[in-house]
């Protein structure tokens, strides 16, 4: 058998990843590659301060139904920093009749020699390398292949696979800019994401906090989906992404238990005698948006307002967020 190890912090983990650990599987004909998620790595800070067990969770979701990619948390269970030489003695001793590979980038396999105790890690894994965008190429990586078997004895392959242009930075900074990720990650790992406020601005994260305390689990899933595709939607259409991200985010803040609707619109002197109590949500909303949640662009309240029931010369923003209310992704019909 041979087992491939794929370390990483996986923050979050993307379709790079995996098209990188599928391509390296099938040209050395891996029996199995495990994701690695590391808990302290000792050359580099976890990014928004991620805990490793969300970390871990995103790559369990994105890896189910890929039986031989799996998650691993080994790392996780140790106290103290991850250092790769250990965690190789520890998989020789879960598979020992294995041949151990490990697989790393091209960054790190120029500086594999200065990481802990490297004449030992060298021998306890084959390494594979692949490529990126940013590598300089494989010229570079041939010979530090050469001087890394002439110094440890060390077997290295430099495999020719350069992955996809993505990276875990670049969609970190496209939650916080208020684009989409659904291109670049597995779906269920983008709806975690968002489900979960991971790399949201600490704003939108107040926001988010306050409406998960504040509706049903089933209601609050919907909500992060809609914000989802009302982010998509105005990438799409040209349409400012913040406002359909709030627009979305709030679009049901008012979906509340029928007495407490009716207790808010007293209370805000909102006059919903006329409405049937399903389409009290959308005005309700609007006004609550702008007094408990401090929304005062008028673009946003109209989206919230009118998602429902719509109205004459609608814009573009309060057009995608009917839209999305209507097609995101936990929607059945």
């Not at 919907?222 to 990438?235: N, Q, W």
């Not at 609007?286 to 004459?312: M, P, Q, W, Y």
Request: overall charge neutral.
């Amino acid at each position: 058998m041979r087992t491939a190890m794929f370390g990483g912090s996986f923050n979050p983990i993307h379709n790079g990843h995996m098209e990188i650990a599928v391509r390296v599987r099938e040209k050395y004909g891996l029996d199995r590659v495990l994701f690695m998620v590391a808990n302290d790595p000792p050359h580099k800070k976890i990014a928004d301060g991620v805990k490793a067990d969300v970390r871990y969770e995103m790559t369990r979701l994105a890896l189910e139904n890929h039986g031989d990619l799996e998650p691993c948390d080994l790392e996780l269970k140790r106290q103290g920093k991850s250092y790769t030489v250990d965690t190789l003695e520890i998989l020789h001793e879960m598979y020992p009749e294995d041949r151990i590979f490990c697989i790393v980038g091209a960054d790190m396999l120029l500086s594999i020699d200065t990481w802990h105790n490297a004449p030992e890690l060298l021998k306890r894994a084959e390494f594979i390398a692949v490529g990126r965008p940013d590598s300089g190429g494989e010229a570079a990586m041939n010979e530090k292949v050469k001087a890394l078997e002439a110094d440890y004895g060390a077997k290295v392959y430099v495999s020719g696979i350069v992955g996809p242009d993505i990276s875990s930075t670049a969609i970190r900074e496209r939650v916080e800019d208020w684009r989409p990720i659904t291109d670049l990650v597995p779906l269920k790992v983008a709806e975690y994401i968002y489900q979960n406020g991971l790399y949201f601005p600490e704003d939108t994260e107040k926001i988010r906090q306050r409406l998960k305390a504040d509706l049903k689990p089933t209601r609050y899933a919907h909500t992060m989906r809609v914000m989802m595709k009302s982010i998509e939607l105005a990438d799409k259409y040209d349409v400012d992404r913040k406002k359909a991200a709030l627009a979305g985010l709030l679009h049901d803040c008012a979906k509340l238990p029928p007495e407490k609707q009716y207790e808010l619109a007293k209370e805000y002197g909102l006059d919903v005698s006329n409405m049937a109590q399903p389409i009290i949500h959308g005005p309700l909303g609007a006004v609550r948006a702008r007094r408990v949640f401090g929304i005062t662009d008028n673009e946003v309240l109209s989206a919230i307002s009118c998602h429902t029931t719509c109205k004459s010369r609608m814009t573009a923003l309060d057009k995608i967020v009917y839209l999305a209310d209507k097609i995101e992704q936990g929607r059945i019909y």
